[in-house]
């Protein structure tokens, strides 16, 4: 969710044909695989043009703990919908009112207000039916996401973004706090869910938590730049870039081998600061 001043979306940010090699390789898997579950899931079938970068890290930070993406897969895909959920209801002309999202008509233009409402409804009522699949962690997962995307994080930092002025809004550590809640916070529940589906210990969970809001936040200062945004802020929010990711990628290295797609994704982000 959010304003004109943060677009949790970043639909030109970090587009997957920028990634090196190997890391735009999986993101591709990723998204086929996501896309596919997608239509399974939904019907008629909902696959859009999105990057699946959140669902990318539940699969990345799963496979860091040893799990397969088969096991992560419906962590990922209940990751995805709550996201799509906060799109819909973002567009809503109580909100950002926009017409257009990734191309497209946004869903309350094709089909009306209420119409759009309820299918945002219908994605976050089926993102917790989906994390009640994934086995002996649902419990944990269902907690975690219902926290992380609640309010006090996710929609809180709604709320703010729809109640701040220009001028709250003049120090990095303000514009910080605003996208730890608003972008932070669902980067750190893929995170986290991933490890939670992998059936990682408490305190790698708490790591990697630590490390989707570092990037998330990382990706939202990106995503201002794309998008012009703040650029009184620019540098300080380059550095901040650069910090967070470097923390973000000793997360992942910890990890050993199987991090090494975590601390691809950071690296990736940390290129565009």
């Known amino acids: 969710m959010g304003s004109g001043r943060t677009s ?57 703990c040893g799990a397969t993406r088969e096991l992560a897969l419906p962590a990922a895909v209940a990751l995805e919908m709550l996201h799509a959920y906060t799109l819909v209801h973002d567009d809503l002309p109580a909100m950002d009112d926009d017409d257009v999202r990734r191309g497209r008509p946004t869903v309350h233009v094709a089909f009306g207000e209420a119409i759009a409402i309820l ?17 002996p962690g649902a ?25 701040l002025a220009p001028d709250d809004l003049a120090d990095i550590a303000a514009v910080e706090r605003l996208h730890a809640a608003k972008t932070g916070a669902l980067f750190a529940a893929a995170a986290e869910l991933g490890a939670i589906a992998a059936g990682a210990a408490p305190h790698i969970c708490a790591d990697l938590g630590r490390y989707g809001m570092a990037i998330g936040v990382a990706f939202q200062h990106a995503d ?31 990890m050993g081998p199987r991090g090494a797609m975590l601390d ?10």
């Open 224 to 254: 201002d730049r794309d998008d012009h945004d703040l650029i009184d802020l620019a540098a300080a929010a380059a550095d901040r870039m650069r910090v967070l990711c470097g923390e973000a990628r000793a997360i992942a290295q910890a």
């Open 8 to 64: 949790p979306d970043g639909e030109a940010t970090l587009a997957p044909q920028s990634a090196p090699p190997a890391l735009h390789g999986f993101l591709g898997d990723v998204r086929r695989l996501i896309d596919a579950e997608l239509d399974r899931r939904l019907a008629p079938p909902a696959t859009d043009p999105g990057k699946r970068l959140r669902p990318a890290v539940v699969i990345a930070a799963a496979e860091a």
């Open 139 to 163: 419990s944990a997962a269902m907690t975690l996401l219902a926290r992380r995307a609640g309010a006090r994080e996710l929609l809180a930092g709604q709320a703010l973004d729809l109640t």
């Open 119 to 135: 299918a945002g409804d219908g994605l976050l009522t089926a993102a917790f039916g989906a994390l009640a699949e994934i086995g």
């Open 264 to 273: 691809a994704i950071a690296a990736w982000i940390t290129a565009r600061a």
